[in-house]
């Protein structure tokens, strides 16, 4: 109760929601990823002479990279600490 202010500053977000700053920001990263993607999908097929082949892979693994990033950012708890390996090392 103590760390939650009780006049909230105007414009911000309540806790627990996302910031519509931080969504275009989620869809400048899907796009620019995918299009980063098959730019070396289709330099790839250039070079080794293997048409739709690395583009397709490029498409499917920048979206699906993007997809996965953008999901684990949307849905990680808002608030709480990180689960890093300090964490667990015991306190002097």
Known sequence: MADEPRNPT???TP???QSPWALAGLGMQFFASILLF???GSWLDRRFDT???FLLGG????GGGAFY???RRLTKPT???STDD???LPKP
Do not use: H, I, K, M
């Not at 498409?59 to 920048?62: A, K, P, T, V």
């Open 51 to 53: 048409s739709p082949l």
């Open 79 to 81: 608030g709480s600490r």
């Open 59 to 62: 498409l499917f693994g920048g």
């Open 69 to 71: 990033a953008s999901y």
């Open 15 to 17: 806790p627990g929601e």
């Open 86 to 88: 300090t964490d667990s």
């Open 10 to 12: 105007p414009g911000s």
């Open 38 to 40: 098959v730019y070396a």
